[in-house]
C-alpha cells in the first residue's frame, strides 16, 4: 500500500469547512483513497473513498489531484461532533476480506 | 444503516483468565474481523473470518482464537488472559466483494488485564 503523509493536527471554527490534506506521491494506478475517522474512544467509521474521480456523500466530500498525488477530505459545515482523528488510507481495492492500517492520522478539533 | 455490536465497552479480567469478547453485526455481512489499537501501535489485524466456520489468521494471532458459528456473530477467545493483552479490541464487518475494503466498526471493548 502506498504511503500517506498528513498534517497531525488541525483546528477549525464551528459551522466552517474543514479541508484535511492527504499526500500520496507514491500511489499506483489501481490504489483507491479511503477516509476512515476515530472519534476519541469509539470504533473507526468509514467516511468515503475514491479513485479518480471527486466523490460526495451525505458526510464528506472527497477531492483528488488530477495527478492523484493528493487529496482533501471536505466536511463542508464542521460540527463539534466532527473532533475526531481523522485517517487517510490508500489501497488497491480487493474482493476477500483484508486489513486495515491506520498512519498516525490529523486530529480535527472544531472550536465552538 | 450498518450496525456492529460488541457485547461489553469495558472489561476488567485477572491474569490467566479465559475471556469471551463477542461481536455481531445485523448486515448480513461475509467477511468479519478483530483487531487490536494500542496507542503508538495503530491498529493490528488478530483474526479475520470471510465464511461460517471459516477463519484466517491475522499478524498478531498468538495469545487469541475465534470461532464463527453463525454468520452473524463473530468471538475473541483470550485463553488465558496475560497483562499485555490490555488494550482496545475492535471488531469490523465487510462485505464480500468490492465492497470488502469499507469496513464498519464495532464501539470497540476497552479490556484490562490485572
Known amino acids: 500500500d502506498a504511503k500517506t503523509t498528513q498534517p497531525p493536527s488541525m483546528d477549525c471554527a464551528e459551522g466552517r469547512a474543514a479541508n484535511l490534506p492527504c499526500n500520496h506521491s507514491?500511489?499506483?494506478?489501481?490504489?483507491?483513497v479511503y477516509w476512515y475517522r476515530q472519534i476519541h474512544s469509539q470504533g473507526p467509521q468509514y467516511i468515503i473513498h475514491?479513485?479518480?474521480n471527486n466523490e460526495t456523500n451525505e458526510m464528506a466530500s472527497l477531492i483528488i489531484t488530477e495527478d492523484r498525488k493528493s487529496s482533501t477530505l471536505i466536511l463542508p459545515h464542521a460540527t463539534l461532533r466532527d473532533t475526531a482523528v481523522y485517517y487517510c488510507?490508500?489501497?488497491?481495492?480487493?474482493?476477500?476480506?483484508?486489513?486495515?492500517?491506520f498512519g498516525e492520522g490529523t486530529q480535527l478539533t472544531v472550536n465552538p | 444503516d450498518v450496525k456492529v455490536t460488541q457485547s461489553s465497552r469495558y472489561l476488567v479480567k485477572r491474569t490467566g483468565e479465559k475471556v469471551f469478547l463477542e461481536c455481531v453485526q445485523d448486515?448480513?455481512?461475509?467477511?468479519m474481523f478483530w483487531y487490536r489499537q494500542d496507542p503508538g501501535l495503530g491498529l493490528r489485524l488478530i483474526y479475520f473470518?470471510?465464511?461460517?466456520?471459516?477463519?484466517e489468521k491475522g499478524d498478531i494471532p498468538e495469545g487469541y482464537s475465534v470461532s464463527r458459528e453463525k454468520k452473524e456473530r463473530f468471538s475473541l477467545i483470550l485463553e488465558s488472559a496475560s497483562t499485555n493483552q490490555t488494550s482496545m479490541y475492535l471488531c469490523?464487518?465487510?462485505?464480500?466483494?468490492?465492497?470488502?475494503?469499507?469496513?464498519?466498526f464495532g464501539p470497540g471493548t476497552r479490556l484490562t488485564v490485572l
Open positions: 469490523a464487518s465487510s462485505m464480500q466483494g468490492w465492497s470488502t475494503d469499507t469496513q464498519y
Open positions: 507514491t500511489i499506483s494506478g489501481n490504489e483507491y
Open positions: 475514491g479513485l479518480k
Open positions: 488510507i490508500v489501497r488497491v481495492r480487493e474482493t476477500s476480506g483484508s486489513r486495515l492500517t
Open positions: 448486515m448480513d455481512h461475509e467477511n
Open positions: 473470518s470471510y465464511d461460517v466456520k471459516m477463519k
